[in-house]
């Protein structure tokens, strides 16, 4: 069973930076998509950046220029790099991977990083 652990969440001031981690227990393989999504209070999950596995990355309009997806796929990881954090980017942070199989696309889901952007 694949886990996905997410860390590095926290009360940060407006303006500030964090920088996520989301760990897979095993490798990613040669085809795979790194995604990172958000949940804020009374708001539906919204997806913030995905990365597939040609190193292809997108982001949603909000968090352009802010935020930043890298993975160390040696060390099955991936980073959010958060800077420039408004109030409006808290929420609850999710890492998901998606890997092919046999059955098609099977997803897996971190616990998720709570994220305050408050003064």
């Known amino acids: 069973q694949v886990q996905v652990v997410e860390s590095g969440g926290g009360l940060v001031q407006p303006g500030g930076s964090l920088r996520l981690s989301c760990v897979v227990s095993e490798s990613m393989g040669s085809n795979y998509a790194m995604r990172w999504y958000r949940q804020a209070p009374g708001k539906q999950r919204e997806l913030v950046a995905s990365?597939?596995?040609?190193?292809?990355?997108n982001y949603i309009a909000s968090v352009k220029g802010r935020f930043t997806l890298s993975g160390d796929i040696s060390k099955n990881t991936v980073y959010l790099q958060m800077n420039s954090l408004k109030p409006e980017d808290t929420a609850d942070y999710y890492c998901?991977?998606?890997?092919?199989?046999?059955?098609?696309?099977?997803?897996?889901w971190g616990q998720g990083t709570q994220v305050t952007v408050s003064s």
């Open positions: 990365m597939s596995s040609d190193g292809f990355t």
């Open positions: 998901n991977v998606a890997r092919p199989t046999s059955d098609g696309w099977a997803d897996y």
